[in-house]
């Protein structure tokens, strides 16, 4: 299942972008994120050149799925390591 996540484009509280299960709210557009990440089964990669060189603890949001374990791009940086590693 492919996921892109994003991050926001301004700084904006937590509580308005995501309900209480940690989902983006209905009304969030998500437009309003830049796309940082793309994960698919063969074909995960960064999406903007310099998304890699963020805070491993900054947060991501799942655009168009769910998150599946990706909340961080710290996350993101560990799902691309064993990813290459199984592919070895």
Known sequence: ?????????????????IDSFGDLQ???DTSFFDK???RSMNNS????????????????FPLDNTAQGIYTIGDIKEYLRK???TNL
Do not use: C
């Open 1 to 17: 299942m492919s996921t892109t996540f994003g991050i926001p484009q301004r700084k904006v509280e937590l509580e308005i972008l």
């Open 36 to 38: 940082v990440f793309f």
């Open 26 to 28: 209905d009304y969030i």
């Open 83 to 85: 990813e290459n590693e």
């Open 45 to 60: 990669r960064w999406l903007n050149p310099l998304a890699d060189k963020l805070p491993d603890n900054m947060l991501v």
